[in-house]
């Protein structure tokens, strides 16, 4: 995969020895990406292009609001007892 579309922030799926983890990117090293595994047993903390089989990019900022939040007619036909 390339990594020019790869941006501080996104997460990766990443093949790495026949395991494969999802990690959050932190930056750039030389020939790959430095990573934050999702998963803390995971100890690699970089990539090569040739180890990422996925990506997700961040995009955007969610709204924010002053008003209250409401709740959905679904949630107040819960019950809890």
């Known amino acids: 995969m390339r ?6 922030g996104d997460v990766v799926e990443v093949d790495r020895h026949g395991r494969r983890f999802h990690a959050l990117v932190t930056g750039t090293v030389p020939g790959g990406v430095a990573l934050q595994p999702l998963d803390r047993r995971i100890n690699y903390h970089s990539a090569r ?3 990422v089989i996925g990506h997700w990019a961040r ?3 969610p709204r924010e609001t002053d008003a209250p939040l409401e709740p959905s007619p679904r949630q107040m036909q819960l019950s809890i007892e």
Do not use: F
């Open 59 to 61: 995009r955007g900022r």
């Open 49 to 51: 292009s040739q180890q």
């Open 3 to 8: 990594l020019e579309g790869i941006r501080i």
